[in-house]
Protein backbone atom coordinates (compact mmCIF):
# COMPACT_ATOMS: atom_id res chain seq x y z
CA UNK A 1 0.00 0.00 0.00
CA UNK A 2 1.64 3.21 -0.58
CA UNK A 3 -0.19 6.55 0.06
CA UNK A 4 1.72 8.83 -2.19
CA UNK A 5 2.57 7.57 -5.76
CA UNK A 6 0.04 8.33 -8.69
CA UNK A 7 -3.15 6.53 -7.74
CA UNK A 8 -3.52 8.27 -4.02
CA UNK A 9 -1.47 11.83 -4.86
CA UNK A 10 -4.89 13.66 -4.00
CA UNK A 11 -4.77 11.50 -0.84
CA UNK A 12 -1.36 13.18 0.22
CA UNK A 13 -2.80 16.30 -0.95
CA UNK A 14 -4.79 16.51 2.12
CA UNK A 15 -2.08 17.10 4.35
CA UNK A 16 -1.05 20.39 2.15
CA UNK A 17 -3.13 22.86 4.57
CA UNK A 18 -0.76 20.92 7.26
CA UNK A 19 3.19 22.28 5.69
CA UNK A 20 3.49 19.30 3.36
CA UNK A 21 5.67 19.93 0.87
CA UNK A 22 7.76 18.35 -1.50
CA UNK A 23 11.13 18.38 0.80
CA UNK A 24 9.16 16.65 3.70
CA UNK A 25 7.97 14.09 0.66
CA UNK A 26 11.50 13.71 -0.37
CA UNK A 27 12.33 12.56 3.52
CA UNK A 28 9.22 10.57 3.70
CA UNK A 29 9.81 8.67 0.90
CA UNK A 30 11.42 5.52 2.63
CA UNK A 31 9.14 4.88 4.46
CA UNK A 32 6.15 5.38 1.89
CA UNK A 33 7.77 2.56 0.72
CA UNK A 34 7.52 0.41 3.76
CA UNK A 35 3.45 1.14 3.51
CA UNK A 36 3.63 4.08 6.22
CA UNK A 37 1.16 6.79 6.46
CA UNK A 38 2.48 10.52 6.77
CA UNK A 39 1.28 12.71 8.87
CA UNK A 40 1.84 15.95 11.43
CA UNK A 41 1.55 15.62 14.74
CA UNK A 42 -1.23 17.96 16.50
CA UNK A 43 -1.10 16.87 19.85
CA UNK A 44 0.65 14.45 22.47
CA UNK A 45 -0.02 13.45 25.59
CA UNK A 46 1.44 10.57 27.89
CA UNK A 47 2.70 7.72 25.59
CA UNK A 48 0.23 9.00 22.90
CA UNK A 49 -0.44 11.49 19.69
CA UNK A 50 -3.49 12.43 17.73
CA UNK A 51 -1.96 12.46 13.56
CA UNK A 52 -3.69 14.44 10.62
CA UNK A 53 -2.68 12.12 7.94
CA UNK A 54 -4.20 11.64 4.38
CA UNK A 55 -6.93 9.59 5.99
CA UNK A 56 -8.06 11.88 8.76
CA UNK A 57 -6.71 12.12 12.19
CA UNK A 58 -5.89 9.31 14.00
CA UNK A 59 -4.08 7.86 17.35
CA UNK A 60 -1.42 6.60 17.39
CA UNK A 61 1.08 5.29 20.14
CA UNK A 62 4.67 6.43 20.34
CA UNK A 63 6.21 3.97 22.62
CA UNK A 64 8.72 2.94 19.75
CA UNK A 65 9.97 6.83 19.03
CA UNK A 66 10.22 7.13 22.51
CA UNK A 67 13.63 7.43 23.85
CA UNK A 68 15.61 8.48 26.94
CA UNK A 69 16.47 11.54 25.61
CA UNK A 70 13.89 13.81 26.29
CA UNK A 71 14.92 16.11 23.02
CA UNK A 72 14.02 13.27 20.82
CA UNK A 73 10.16 12.78 21.68
CA UNK A 74 7.72 13.47 19.71
CA UNK A 75 6.03 16.79 20.00
CA UNK A 76 3.45 18.75 18.10
CA UNK A 77 4.61 19.85 14.74
CA UNK A 78 6.52 16.86 14.40
CA UNK A 79 6.15 14.91 10.91
CA UNK A 80 5.56 11.13 11.51
CA UNK A 81 5.63 8.28 9.55
CA UNK A 82 2.96 5.82 11.58
CA UNK A 83 0.83 2.61 10.88
CA UNK A 84 -1.33 2.53 7.77
CA UNK A 85 -3.85 0.75 10.23
CA UNK A 86 -4.03 -1.54 12.93
CA UNK A 87 -4.56 -1.07 16.96
CA UNK A 88 -2.73 0.33 17.81
CA UNK A 89 -1.25 1.99 15.30
CA UNK A 90 2.22 3.02 16.16
CA UNK A 91 4.55 6.06 15.38
CA UNK A 92 7.91 4.48 13.43
CA UNK A 93 9.77 6.95 12.75
CA UNK A 94 9.61 10.97 13.25
CA UNK A 95 10.75 13.12 9.93
CA UNK A 96 14.29 15.21 11.19
CA UNK A 97 13.01 18.60 12.32
CA UNK A 98 13.57 21.90 10.70
CA UNK A 99 13.51 23.86 14.00
CA UNK A 100 12.79 23.13 17.56
CA UNK A 101 11.48 25.14 20.55
CA UNK A 102 13.30 24.08 23.42
CA UNK A 103 12.88 25.03 27.16
CA UNK A 104 15.29 23.99 29.34
CA UNK A 105 13.84 22.40 32.75
CA UNK A 106 14.34 23.92 36.02
CA UNK A 107 15.99 22.22 39.09
CA UNK A 108 17.76 18.70 39.03
CA UNK A 109 16.31 17.50 35.82
CA UNK A 110 18.19 19.75 33.72
CA UNK A 111 17.26 17.79 30.47
CA UNK A 112 16.18 20.64 27.38
CA UNK A 113 12.24 19.49 26.54
CA UNK A 114 10.90 19.83 23.35
CA UNK A 115 7.81 22.35 23.03
CA UNK A 116 7.30 22.12 19.14
CA UNK A 117 8.87 21.18 16.18
CA UNK A 118 8.90 22.49 12.61
CA UNK A 119 8.36 26.27 13.31
CA UNK A 120 8.87 28.40 10.48
CA UNK A 121 7.54 31.55 12.38
CA UNK A 122 7.93 32.58 16.38
CA UNK A 123 4.98 35.64 16.75
CA UNK A 124 5.75 37.53 19.61
CA UNK A 125 2.88 39.24 20.56
CA UNK A 126 3.35 42.52 23.38
CA UNK A 127 0.72 44.31 24.75
CA UNK A 128 -0.01 48.31 23.87
CA UNK A 129 -2.06 48.23 26.93
CA UNK A 130 0.69 48.56 29.20
CA UNK A 131 4.07 49.96 29.53
CA UNK A 132 6.63 48.25 26.60
CA UNK A 133 9.17 46.05 28.51
CA UNK A 134 11.77 45.65 25.95
CA UNK A 135 14.13 43.79 27.86
CA UNK A 136 11.26 41.14 27.54
CA UNK A 137 11.08 41.70 24.13
CA UNK A 138 14.74 40.55 23.96
CA UNK A 139 14.07 37.67 25.80
CA UNK A 140 11.31 36.44 23.55
CA UNK A 141 13.76 37.25 20.41
CA UNK A 142 16.76 35.02 22.10
CA UNK A 143 14.21 31.99 22.12
CA UNK A 144 12.58 32.61 19.20
CA UNK A 145 16.39 33.21 17.23
CA UNK A 146 18.04 29.63 19.27
CA UNK A 147 14.40 27.48 17.88
CA UNK A 148 15.59 28.42 14.64
CA UNK A 149 12.26 30.65 13.37
CA UNK A 150 11.78 33.43 12.29
CA UNK A 151 10.74 36.08 14.94
CA UNK A 152 7.98 38.70 14.12
CA UNK A 153 6.66 41.12 16.81
CA UNK A 154 3.30 42.28 16.86
CA UNK A 155 2.46 45.18 18.92
CA UNK A 156 -1.46 44.25 20.02
CA UNK A 157 -4.07 46.36 21.26
CA UNK A 158 -2.68 49.53 18.69
CA UNK A 159 -6.40 51.26 19.52
CA UNK A 160 -5.15 51.86 22.56
CA UNK A 161 -2.94 54.08 21.49
CA UNK A 162 -4.99 56.67 20.45
CA UNK A 163 -1.57 58.85 19.00
CA UNK A 164 -0.01 57.96 16.06
CA UNK A 165 3.25 60.12 16.67
CA UNK A 166 3.11 57.94 20.15
CA UNK A 167 2.32 54.78 17.94
CA UNK A 168 5.41 55.35 15.47
CA UNK A 169 7.92 55.76 18.74
CA UNK A 170 6.75 52.25 20.21
CA UNK A 171 7.04 50.61 16.73
CA UNK A 172 10.93 52.53 16.54
CA UNK A 173 11.90 51.51 20.29
CA UNK A 174 11.24 47.76 19.20
CA UNK A 175 12.69 47.73 15.96
CA UNK A 176 15.99 49.14 17.37
CA UNK A 177 15.58 47.01 19.84
CA UNK A 178 14.67 43.56 17.17
CA UNK A 179 17.48 43.97 14.21
CA UNK A 180 15.92 42.09 11.41
CA UNK A 181 12.68 41.36 12.72
CA UNK A 182 9.35 43.07 11.12
CA UNK A 183 7.71 44.75 14.02
CA UNK A 184 3.63 45.42 13.34
CA UNK A 185 0.75 46.95 14.77
CA UNK A 186 -2.42 45.39 15.19
CA UNK A 187 -5.74 45.81 16.46
CA UNK A 188 -7.79 42.30 16.65
CA UNK A 189 -10.87 44.73 18.27
CA UNK A 190 -10.84 47.07 15.17
CA UNK A 191 -8.94 44.67 12.52
CA UNK A 192 -6.44 46.50 11.79
CA UNK A 193 -3.04 45.27 10.59
CA UNK A 194 -4.67 41.72 10.62
CA UNK A 195 -4.07 41.29 6.54
CA UNK A 196 -0.25 42.00 7.27
CA UNK A 197 -0.03 39.28 9.34
CA UNK A 198 -1.74 36.90 8.14
CA UNK A 199 0.74 37.40 4.94
CA UNK A 200 3.41 37.22 6.78
CA UNK A 201 2.35 33.81 8.42
CA UNK A 202 0.36 32.36 5.42
CA UNK A 203 3.26 30.32 4.49
CA UNK A 204 4.77 27.97 7.22
CA UNK A 205 3.99 27.23 10.84
CA UNK A 206 3.72 29.87 13.40
CA UNK A 207 3.95 29.92 17.00
CA UNK A 208 2.22 32.47 19.77
CA UNK A 209 4.79 33.65 22.25
CA UNK A 210 4.13 36.14 24.94
CA UNK A 211 2.67 37.10 28.30
CA UNK A 212 -0.31 36.35 29.87
CA UNK A 213 -2.92 38.78 28.47
CA UNK A 214 -0.95 39.92 25.72
CA UNK A 215 -3.39 39.33 23.32
CA UNK A 216 -2.78 35.66 21.92
CA UNK A 217 -5.81 34.13 22.12
CA UNK A 218 -7.20 36.85 20.39
CA UNK A 219 -4.91 36.61 17.64
CA UNK A 220 -5.20 32.64 17.31
CA UNK A 221 -8.79 33.10 16.75
CA UNK A 222 -8.30 35.52 14.12
CA UNK A 223 -5.71 33.46 12.30
CA UNK A 224 -7.73 30.68 12.45
CA UNK A 225 -11.09 31.93 12.01
CA UNK A 226 -12.88 30.18 14.49
CA UNK A 227 -13.11 30.01 18.36
CA UNK A 228 -9.92 28.17 18.96
CA UNK A 229 -9.56 30.22 22.19
CA UNK A 230 -11.87 30.96 24.84
CA UNK A 231 -11.23 34.48 25.63
CA UNK A 232 -13.42 35.50 28.50
CA UNK A 233 -12.65 39.35 29.24
CA UNK A 234 -11.90 39.29 32.69
CA UNK A 235 -10.68 42.31 34.54
CA UNK A 236 -9.95 44.64 31.61
CA UNK A 237 -8.30 47.52 33.19
CA UNK A 238 -4.66 45.48 33.63
CA UNK A 239 -5.56 44.58 30.12
CA UNK A 240 -5.58 40.92 31.28
CA UNK A 241 -7.71 37.83 30.51
CA UNK A 242 -8.30 34.10 31.12
CA UNK A 243 -8.57 31.70 28.89
CA UNK A 244 -9.06 28.25 28.36
CA UNK A 245 -7.35 26.36 25.76
CA UNK A 246 -9.08 23.43 23.21
CA UNK A 247 -7.28 20.29 22.43
CA UNK A 248 -6.21 20.32 19.03
CA UNK A 249 -2.75 22.29 19.34
CA UNK A 250 -2.05 22.96 15.70
CA UNK A 251 -4.74 24.16 12.90
CA UNK A 252 -4.59 25.25 9.79
CA UNK A 253 -5.08 28.92 8.72
CA UNK A 254 -7.62 29.55 6.45
CA UNK A 255 -5.42 31.53 4.24
CA UNK A 256 -2.12 29.35 4.57
CA UNK A 257 0.27 28.47 6.76
CA UNK A 258 -0.42 26.44 10.45
CA UNK A 259 -0.53 27.74 14.00
CA UNK A 260 0.35 25.75 16.76
CA UNK A 261 -0.33 27.60 20.41
CA UNK A 262 0.46 24.96 22.88
CA UNK A 263 0.12 25.40 26.43
CA UNK A 264 3.58 24.78 27.46
CA UNK A 265 4.61 27.42 24.59
CA UNK A 266 2.42 29.80 26.55
CA UNK A 267 4.72 29.17 29.77
CA UNK A 268 8.14 29.88 28.41
CA UNK A 269 10.12 31.41 30.65
CA UNK A 270 13.88 30.26 31.30
CA UNK A 271 15.59 29.08 28.28
CA UNK A 272 18.61 27.96 26.62
CA UNK A 273 19.36 30.32 24.18
CA UNK A 274 22.85 30.84 23.66
CA UNK A 275 23.30 31.69 20.38
CA UNK A 276 20.03 33.24 20.40
CA UNK A 277 21.36 35.97 22.86
CA UNK A 278 24.08 36.88 20.38
CA UNK A 279 21.80 37.13 17.67
CA UNK A 280 19.54 39.55 19.19
CA UNK A 281 21.82 41.48 20.54
CA UNK A 282 23.84 41.57 17.56
CA UNK A 283 24.77 45.08 17.51
CA UNK A 284 26.70 44.60 21.10
CA UNK A 285 28.81 41.64 19.68
CA UNK A 286 29.75 43.09 16.54
CA UNK A 287 31.05 46.07 19.15
CA UNK A 288 32.57 43.56 21.10
CA UNK A 289 34.62 42.82 18.25
CA UNK A 290 36.91 45.82 18.72
CA UNK A 291 37.27 45.28 22.82
CA UNK A 292 40.87 44.76 23.54
CA UNK A 293 40.25 41.67 25.45
CA UNK A 294 38.62 38.83 23.44
CA UNK A 295 36.99 37.47 26.30
CA UNK A 296 35.79 40.88 27.62
CA UNK A 297 33.04 40.95 30.04
CA UNK A 298 32.32 44.95 29.28
CA UNK A 299 32.51 45.74 32.73
CA UNK A 300 35.89 47.10 34.10
CA UNK A 301 38.17 46.20 31.55
CA UNK A 302 40.67 48.77 29.63
CA UNK A 303 39.68 49.19 25.99
CA UNK A 304 36.20 48.31 26.16
CA UNK A 305 35.13 49.28 22.40
CA UNK A 306 31.41 48.30 24.53
CA UNK A 307 31.57 50.67 27.68
CA UNK A 308 32.59 53.31 25.33
CA UNK A 309 29.85 53.09 22.76
CA UNK A 310 27.44 52.93 26.09
CA UNK A 311 29.79 56.49 27.29
CA UNK A 312 29.12 57.91 23.11
CA UNK A 313 25.15 57.33 24.03
CA UNK A 314 25.60 54.83 20.64
CA UNK A 315 24.42 51.88 22.62
CA UNK A 316 21.62 52.39 25.08
CA UNK A 317 22.98 51.82 28.46
CA UNK A 318 19.73 49.72 29.48
CA UNK A 319 20.60 47.20 26.14
CA UNK A 320 24.16 46.62 27.68
CA UNK A 321 22.21 45.65 30.96
CA UNK A 322 19.93 43.17 29.18
CA UNK A 323 22.49 41.67 27.29
CA UNK A 324 24.47 40.94 29.93
CA UNK A 325 21.63 40.13 31.99
CA UNK A 326 20.97 37.51 29.67
CA UNK A 327 24.36 36.17 28.70
CA UNK A 328 24.69 35.30 32.87
CA UNK A 329 21.07 34.11 32.86
CA UNK A 330 22.15 31.61 29.94
CA UNK A 331 25.36 30.67 31.31
CA UNK A 332 23.65 29.54 34.43
CA UNK A 333 21.28 27.19 32.55
CA UNK A 334 24.34 25.79 30.45
CA UNK A 335 25.80 25.11 33.43
CA UNK A 336 23.46 23.23 34.83
CA UNK A 337 23.34 21.08 32.07
CA UNK A 338 27.06 21.26 31.48
CA UNK A 339 29.04 19.30 33.92
CA UNK A 340 32.26 19.83 31.54
CA UNK A 341 31.35 23.68 31.42
CA UNK A 342 30.63 23.80 35.58
CA UNK A 343 33.92 22.29 36.16
CA UNK A 344 35.43 25.25 34.09
CA UNK A 345 33.60 27.93 35.57
CA UNK A 346 34.87 26.21 39.04
CA UNK A 347 38.56 26.30 37.78
CA UNK A 348 38.03 29.85 36.34
CA UNK A 349 36.94 31.37 40.18
CA UNK A 350 39.58 29.36 41.74
CA UNK A 351 42.46 30.82 39.07
CA UNK A 352 40.48 34.40 39.30
CA UNK A 353 40.88 33.94 43.34
CA UNK A 354 44.09 32.96 43.16
CA UNK A 355 44.88 35.61 41.03
CA UNK A 356 43.35 38.24 43.10
CA UNK A 357 45.54 36.94 45.78
CA UNK A 358 48.86 36.97 44.26
CA UNK A 359 47.71 40.83 43.30
CA UNK A 360 47.14 41.08 46.71
CA UNK A 361 50.33 39.93 48.17
CA UNK A 362 52.25 41.75 45.30
CA UNK A 363 50.83 44.73 46.49
CA UNK A 364 51.40 44.39 50.14
CA UNK A 365 54.68 43.41 49.29
CA UNK A 366 54.97 46.51 47.31
CA UNK A 367 53.87 48.75 50.43
CA UNK A 368 55.54 46.92 53.06
P1 LIG B 1 -3.61 36.02 26.01
O1 LIG B 1 -3.56 35.78 27.48
O2 LIG B 1 -2.26 36.44 25.50
O3 LIG B 1 -4.16 34.87 25.23
O4 LIG B 1 -4.56 37.29 25.76
P2 LIG B 1 -6.10 37.34 25.31
O5 LIG B 1 -6.23 37.09 23.85
O6 LIG B 1 -6.90 36.49 26.23
O7 LIG B 1 -6.44 38.90 25.51
C1 LIG B 1 -6.31 39.55 26.75
C2 LIG B 1 -7.31 40.69 26.83
O8 LIG B 1 -6.99 41.69 25.85
C3 LIG B 1 -8.75 40.27 26.55
O9 LIG B 1 -9.57 40.93 27.47
C4 LIG B 1 -9.00 40.75 25.14
O10 LIG B 1 -10.34 41.06 24.91
C5 LIG B 1 -8.15 42.00 25.08
N1 LIG B 1 -7.75 42.31 23.68
C6 LIG B 1 -7.23 41.47 22.78
N2 LIG B 1 -7.00 42.09 21.59
C7 LIG B 1 -7.39 43.38 21.75
C8 LIG B 1 -7.41 44.53 20.89
O11 LIG B 1 -7.03 44.53 19.72
N3 LIG B 1 -7.84 45.71 21.44
C9 LIG B 1 -8.27 45.78 22.73
N4 LIG B 1 -8.67 46.97 23.18
N5 LIG B 1 -8.27 44.71 23.56
C10 LIG B 1 -7.86 43.52 23.09
ZN1 LIG C 1 34.28 45.08 26.16
Keep these: MNFLDGSSVSSSRALDPYGWDADWQGEFAPYAERGLLPGRVVRVDRGQCDVVTPVGTVRADTAFVTPNDP ?21 WAL ?15 S ?16 SLAVELDLGRVERFLALAWESGAQPVVVLTKADLVADPVTLAHLVQDVETTAPGVPVLTVSALYDEGLDVLRALVGTGTAVLLGQSGAGKSTLANALVGEEVMDVRAARDVDGKGRHTTTTRNLLPMPGGGVLIDTPGLRGVGLFDAGSGVGQVFSDVEELARDCRFPDCAHDTEPGCAVRSAVDSGELPHRRL ?34 EGRAAAQAKRGRWS
Aim: net charge positive.
Design 111 to 126: DGQILAANVDHAVIAL
Design 95 to 109: LPRRTAFVRSTSSKR
Design 71 to 91: MRIVCTGDWAAVDPGGTPRYV
Design 321 to 354: DSYRKLMRENQRIVAKTDARLRAEIKRDWKRKGA
